[in-house]
């Protein structure tokens, strides 16, 4: 090639290498988003990295349970109600050994004031017990004739000067036809009613001042019609208040209660008859109420009922 045709050469070379097409570039990130197209679904989204914030420590609560809230609390007020009724069973222990104690010391009382007059009160007759002991002149005997006589002793007095009485504490009960000692001269107290004073002829009751309520007792005058030392010490005295029919057991019911009936051939009594009756009542069916005849073998068959006599406050 001639010499002077290489400058034209390198001169079309140069031309034909700029007019080529460049080689593609990589394009650099940009942080300015881009809008999808609106004719294209939209792109998955990576989710977010959850970030933790500690809760306080005085803020947290503890739940130790799988179980849900409302069975829980219900557990825990079962466990709560089981509780007091232990508590409840406790007290009602305590309450019991309370009261058994109460009636121990009650017995223990009451062993000690009718002692003597359990010793005089034997099956035979002429007030026994009487010449067991030196029974003073300013001493009647008597017996309950109340369905409970109490004891009683003086607590206080009012602006005259009777005693105020108020029951024996502990609470002393003896059974109708209990028979006892008491000093003749009877204390009225405050309200007006009659006392009298306990005899113990063994002197083996407390040394306080015992009284028996007049009109659950009857005295027994030793000049008494009839004579109350031809009866036995458990009967008493009584006045017929109106006409009444004596009765008889003549079964049972299912409550094992004895039923009466009038004894046949009728026998009445008329108001104002005087009879001599056990004080201690018999229940009988229909929640009635009969007062046995004294029977001088010990074994009463005949009854009158409860409502229609009444026992005298002295066998005179």
Not at 83 to 98: D, H, K, M, V
Not at 126 to 149: C, E, F, H
Request: aromatic share 10%; charged share 20%; hydrophobic share 35%.
């Amino acid at each position: 090639m001639p010499q002077r045709s290489l400058p034209v050469f390198f001169v079309l070379v140069l031309l034909l290498a700029a007019c080529a097409p460049l080689s593609p570039q990589a394009i650099p990130p940009t942080n300015t988003p881009v809008d999808p197209p609106t004719d294209s679904a939209p792109a998955p989204t990576a989710a977010p990295i959850p970030t933790t914030t500690p809760t306080p420590l005085s803020a947290e609560v503890v739940v130790l349970t799988n179980e849900p809230l409302n069975i829980v609390l219900t557990a825990v007020n079962l466990q709560l109600d089981e509780n007091n009724l232990r508590l409840t069973e406790a007290a009602n222990q305590i309450a019991t050994l309370s009261a058994e104690r109460d009636l121990l010391e009650t017995q223990i009382a009451a062993a000690k004031t009718q002692s003597a007059a359990e010793a005089g009160n034997q099956n035979n007759t002429g007030n026994p017990g009487d010449d067991d002991y030196d029974i003073p002149s300013n001493v009647y005997t008597n017996v309950i004739i109340a369905d409970k006589g109490y004891i009683f002793v003086v607590d206080g007095y009012n602006k005259n000067g009777a005693p105020i009485m108020n029951f024996y504490e502990p609470r002393v009960s003896f059974p109708a036809g209990l028979r006892g000692w008491a000093y003749k001269n009877a204390v009225k107290a405050d309200g007006g009613a009659l006392y009298y004073q306990v005899y113990d002829p063994d002197g083996q009751t407390t040394k306080e001042k015992l009284y028996y309520q007049g009109k659950q007792i009857q005295i027994k005058l030793p000049n008494g019609n009839p004579n109350p030392a031809n009866y036995p010490p458990d009967v008493a005295k009584a006045k017929v208040l109106e006409r009444v029919t004596v009765h008889v057991i003549v079964g049972y019911n299912d409550k094992d209660k004895p039923i009466f009936e009038p004894y046949k051939p009728y026998v009445h009594y008329e108001p104002g008859k005087e009879l001599i009756l056990y004080p201690k009542y018999v229940l009988g069916d229909g929640a009635t109420y009969w007062y046995p005849i004294y029977d001088p073998d010990g074994k009463p068959s005949a009854y009158l009922p409860a409502a229609k006599v009444a026992f005298l406050y002295i066998w005179d």
